[in-house]
């Protein structure tokens, strides 16, 4: 994978009050622009990203997983590591950020799309895990979290593909849908370089229908798990 740009490098274990003038200094450098699903310049391999933690929070272990548009995984990779701090709500980057970046660039492919377990723009300066991640690393990304920035009234309708458009008071927009009929819905925040039609388009494009999130995310929560539960870098 692409490595982080050497100009936007910052540290990551830092008070609030410094990650927070990272999230803006950073929020300025994204992008939000059409993305293909299909056809030319559609991705044509995938990633996903996801940190598991022990029960004391004291461990972490980020897995990527990169799909081709069949859903074969072609990559992946596992670090095992140290969370940078706790969690704070806004702040996720400064959890499990660089572990995040660590293997997305542990990879040997590099992928078109990233899709995240955390929100893009739809964060209160513009910058959640998943705009941090595609600004750093340059490449389109898209938050595929299982809960709302905020609480929200409105669920779209039970089948596949249906979604309801979140406007927040800043104006950032990202969309509760579903990805498989029956369940939860999840909540797509473009990242960077992906703007909100094209997220939608592209979480249902990478998407098999029987799970809850994007098929690259789904099998890096396995991986993330398996790596958790049986003590991987342990010892």
Do not use: C
Not at 37 to 64: F, M, T
Not at 125 to 130: E, F, V
Not at 158 to 187: H, M, N
Request: glycine share 12%; net charge neutral.
């Amino acid at each position: 994978m692409t490595p982080s740009r050497e100009d936007l490098v910052h540290p990551w274990r830092v008070p609030l009050s410094e990650a927070a003038a990272i999230q803006e200094r950073l929020a300025a450098q994204v992008v939000l622009r059409p993305l293909p699903s299909i056809g030319p310049g559609a991705p044509l391999v995938a990633a996903g990203v996801d940190v598991g933690y022990s029960k004391d929070g004291s461990r972490a272990w980020a897995a990527a997983v990169v799909m081709d548009r069949r859903f074969r995984v072609v990559a992946s990779a596992v670090v095992p590591g140290e969370p940078d701090g706790p969690y704070a709500p806004g702040y996720l980057a400064f959890r499990e950020g660089r572990l995040t970046l660590e293997a997305l660039e542990a990879l040997d492919v590099t992928s078109d799309l990233v899709f995240l377990d955390g929100h893009g723009v739809v964060h209160e300066r513009g910058l959640g895990l998943a705009s941090h991640v595609g600004v750093l690393l340059g490449v389109p990304t898209i938050g595929v979290p299982k809960t709302p920035f905020h609480a929200i009234d409105h669920l779209p309708g039970p089948q596949r593909g249906d979604f309801y458009v979140l406007t927040k008071e800043w104006g950032a927009q990202g969309a509760s849908i579903r990805l498989k009929a029956g369940v939860k819905p999840v909540y797509v925040s473009p990242g960077h370089l992906v703007d909100l039609d094209s997220a939608i388009a592209l979480a249902l494009a990478w998407s098999s229908g029987h799970r809850r999130v994007p098929e690259p995310l789904a099998a890096a929560h396995t991986m993330s798990a398996h790596a958790r539960n049986t003590g991987l870098g342990i010892g």
